[in-house]
């Protein structure tokens, strides 16, 4: 079955550095998101991308955070300047038509 | 926004029993409720889900159940078993597809 891969699976960042996380959605969807889940919290919408822009965003993606499809395949979120708030799961998906989401495993990031 | 909630937050249950966990949601225009179960480790994978011009739909163990009226939904999960422990996400869609989320239920199965 299609998956979607995210790497690293567990991050550990200073305060105040860049991280790039990665995930290689499945082939032909054609919509992309980032959610993430601060412990013990709800799962909350960061950005949606399609057609390679983004389509949506929340209030929390803010300039800090960027994402790009750089090749095709690969689409990342990066995050500048990371602050110790910033530490959470972040689960990458990707979905084909209106429903269907397929999420990855997550990357655990620890901003320390 | 969506508001999403999600309960009880943990659920015990005797193997072969079953269990129920409900989600409320606000926005009156949500018209896509999917269940994930996530186990540890992994990220949230879709068990069953349903759509707003349906009441019910059932996968062998596992229905869910649509009251739009009331604005709420239910997963039920019959003759659970070991392996059907695991956190359950209730989520509905808003705005542009997007997902808002419950917080989750961590259901277990006892032995």
């Known amino acids: 079955e299609p998956e979607v891969t995210q790497t690293p699976s567990h991050q550990v960042t200073q305060m105040g550095q860049e991280v790039i996380l990665r995930c290689v959605p499945i082939s032909n969807h054609l919509y992309f998101y980032w959610y993430r889940q601060i412990l013990g919290q709800k799962v909350e919408f960061l950005v949606s991308f399609y057609n390679n822009e983004i389509s949506e965003k929340s209030e929390i993606f803010d300039d800090q955070f960027s994402v790009e499809r750089p090749d095709g395949s690969n689409f990342t979120l990066k995050i500048r300047s990371t602050k110790l708030e910033d530490s959470a799961m972040y689960f990458c998906a990707s979905r084909e038509g209106s429903y269907g989401y397929t999420f990855g495993s997550g990357t655990r990031l620890t901003v320390v | 926004g969506e508001n999403v909630e999600q309960h009880p937050s943990t659920l015990s249950v005797q193997e072969g029993d079953s269990a129920v966990i409900k989600c409320t949601y606000s926005?009156?225009?949500?018209?896509?409720f999917p269940w994930y179960k996530q186990e540890l480790g992994k990220g949230p994978q879709l068990i069953i889900d349903?759509?707003?011009?349906?009441g019910e739909k059932k996968d062998q163990r596992i229905a869910v159940t649509l009251n739009k009226t009331a604005k709420h939904f239910s997963l039920h999960i019959t003759e659970t078993q070991p392996e059907d422990s695991a956190v359950y996400f209730c989520a509905s869609t808003y705005g542009n597809n997007r997902l808002a989320f419950g917080k989750g239920n961590q259901v277990v199965v006892i032995p």
């Open positions: 926005d009156s225009a949500s018209n896509y």
């Open positions: 349903i759509r707003s011009n349906v």
